[in-house]
């Protein structure tokens, strides 16, 4: 069998023959075409290999075209190729099989979300919202916009929250808008901080490191002096060992890179001289 390597050779090589009319043919043109008869072949590693040598946008429109193919084998081999070289194309691929009659198909695409990060595709990604009747799903997209997207992104993220009912979803398009600045929503985010359920408290926290904003944790004091059981950190069988709401929100401080003089992260019982130093800390930027 021939090495990828050689594969590889070969292919570029032959862009650069005759086709059937005698005419040179265009290199990236047949590129494209080889890699369309790769995937559609089901040969995994030679299309992974070609597609490595070749411009990630001509490996999306590839992606693109052929992403409907009614072969599960196919899509999968589609979506895997989406996931190692992403692009505007490969994104619209990745989101048109979102509605996919197959579940695992559904699925795996679901899961490839987080790679539509072009700004491109934000009308794409408002699309898809539109589209899925899963409110799951819908609020992964929305945080996707949240992470891809900028300001002009959110009069639209407030009309799909004003026209739903799912607390789920509306809590996925709050954060997406606060992460891109809407000061509303940052305040709602906020507030959980002080909400006398631990479950509450412990979203707030995760929203806040996905917001990304340092200066956020200036509002940590009550997660920082709630001592109460949030998290089971043991593995299973060994004594049940719990982190507390004061052991994640330093480890959410530890997540958005802010200064404590030991790591938080993974997850464990902190000394209560350690949560003093996160105390001081944030204390310190309630201050600036």
């Not at 992974?48 to 999306?60: E, I």
């Not at 695409?109 to 987080?114: Q, R, V």
Request: with cysteine; net charge negative; aromatic share 4%.
């Amino acid at each position: 069998m021939r090495s990828n390597y050689a594969i590889v050779l070969l292919v570029i090589s032959a862009c650069f023959g005759e086709g059937q009319s005698g005419k040179v043919m265009n290199p990236d043109h047949s590129l494209r075409s080889q890699l369309s008869h790769l995937i559609q072949a089901r040969r995994s590693e030679e299309a992974k290999a070609l597609a490595r040598t070749m411009n990630p946008g001509d490996v999306g429109v590839v992606l693109q075209e052929i992403a409907g193919t009614p072969k599960p084998a196919v899509q999968l081999l589609v979506l895997d190729i989406a996931s190692e070289i992403p692009s505007v194309g490969s994104c619209r691929a990745v989101l048109g099989r979102l509605q996919d009659s197959n579940l695992t198909i559904r699925s795996v695409a679901n899961s490839l979300i987080g790679f539509c990060n072009q700004r491109a595709v934000i009308p794409d990604l408002f699309q898809a919202m539109d589209e899925s009747h899963d409110t799951q799903v819908q609020g992964a997209i929305a945080r996707q916009i949240g992470i891809s997207g900028d300001a002009t992104a959110q009069p639209q993220l407030q009309e799909h929250y004003d026209n739903t009912p799912d607390e789920g979803l509306r809590n996925s398009i709050t954060v997406a808008m606060a992460r891109l600045g809407n000061e509303d929503s940052r305040r709602r985010v906020i507030q959980r901080l002080t909400d006398p359920t631990v479950d509450a408290r412990i979203q707030g926290l995760h929203d806040i490191e996905y917001i990304g904003e340092p200066k956020l944790a200036r509002y940590f004091s009550p997660v920082l002096e709630d001592r109460r059981d949030a998290i089971a950190i043991s593995p299973p069988h060994d004594p049940r060992v719990m982190a507390r709401v004061c052991d994640v929100a330093a480890g959410s401080m530890t997540a958005l890179g802010l200064p404590l003089p030991y790591r938080a992260l993974p997850l464990r019982r902190l000394s209560d001289s350690e949560i003093q130093q996160a105390l001081e800390l944030v204390r310190s930027l309630y201050a600036q």
